[in-house]
């Protein structure tokens, strides 16, 4: 299965060319999840967010609602850490933070009321599903560490690098709430504005301190 590349150019996931039916229904929940949240997405909406039948659900997903939300998930996680990888061998720390927030930015467009995340959907399931938070926390932690890695390199040490990449996911998640609630993008950008600046002083301050 085809599972995605990410676009470097403007921080954008696109799908491969080829779209089984397994792969239309994941891309649909990734959709819904991030729109409306767990509870709000519907195994019929589904099907049709993702052009696919109805019945086929169920022979892709055995487990049906929480095994499908759950791989979902976890292939917006897996792409977005493969993305932040990516960016940032190719453009260095600053422009990733601001790839990051530009990810969830651009499935919406224009209607940032919709904006929002399908890990983090996942992870206000609980406690009805541990699992789901489960593989949220997992998918969170994925991005968090090539960022921590980047600033270890840069001379930021072990403890400070672990800190800022927490804070960078924790930032960019809670201004996706903020910004679904305003109707406007100008939380999101706010939060990766703040995060540059908290970058290039962290940065400073270790070139300061060696």
């Given at each position: 299965?085809?599972?995605?590349?990410?676009r470097?150019?403007?921080?954008?996931p696109v799908?491969?060319?080829r779209r089984?039916?397994?792969?239309?229904l994941?891309?649909?929940?990734?959709?819904?999840?991030?729109?409306?949240?767990?509870?709000?997405?519907?195994l019929?909406?589904?099907a049709?967010?993702g052009?696919?039948?109805?019945g086929?659900?169920?022979?892709?997903?055995?487990?049906?609602?929480?095994?499908?939300?759950?791989?979902?998930?976890?292939?917006?996680?897996?792409?977005?850490?493969?993305?932040?990888?990516r960016?940032?061998?190719?453009?260095?720390?600053k422009?990733?933070?601001?790839?990051f927030?530009?990810?969830?930015?651009?499935r919406v467009?224009d209607y940032p009321?919709?904006?929002?995340c399908?890990?983090?959907?996942?992870?206000?399931?609980?406690?009805e599903?541990?699992?789901?938070?489960?593989?949220?926390?997992?998918?969170?932690?994925?991005?968090?560490?090539?960022?921590?890695?980047?600033?270890?390199?840069?001379?930021?040490?072990?403890?400070?690098?672990?800190?800022?990449?927490?804070?960078?996911v924790?930032?960019?998640e809670?201004a996706?709430?903020?910004?679904?609630?305003?109707?406007?993008?100008?939380?999101?950008?706010?939060?990766?504005?703040?995060?540059?600046?908290?970058?290039?002083?962290?940065?400073?301050?270790?070139?300061?301190?060696?």
């Amino acid at each position: 299965m085809t599972v995605g590349i990410a676009r470097i150019a403007d921080g954008e996931p696109v799908e491969g060319k080829r779209r089984d039916g397994r792969a239309l229904l994941l891309k649909g929940a990734r959709q819904l999840l991030a729109e409306k949240g767990y509870a709000g997405m519907e195994l019929r909406d589904v099907a049709e967010q993702g052009e696919a039948p109805r019945g086929s659900i169920y022979h892709h997903f055995p487990g049906g609602k929480v095994q499908l939300a759950r791989e979902a998930a976890e292939l917006e996680g897996t792409m977005i850490r493969d993305l932040i990888e990516r960016s940032l061998e190719e453009r260095g720390l600053k422009q990733t933070l601001a790839l990051f927030g530009n990810v969830f930015r651009r499935r919406v467009a224009d209607y940032p009321e919709r904006i929002g995340c399908p890990v983090a959907a996942i992870a206000l399931a609980r406690p009805e599903d541990p699992e789901l938070a489960a593989a949220a926390t997992a998918a969170f932690q994925s991005w968090e560490r090539p960022i921590a890695a980047a600033l270890r390199d840069e001379g930021v040490s072990a403890k400070d690098a672990e800190t800022f990449a927490g804070l960078v996911v924790s930032t960019v998640e809670g201004a996706l709430l903020r910004a679904r609630a305003a109707g406007s993008q100008e939380p999101l950008d706010s939060a990766i504005g703040g995060l540059g600046h908290a970058l290039d002083r962290l940065l400073e301050g270790s070139a300061a301190s060696r």
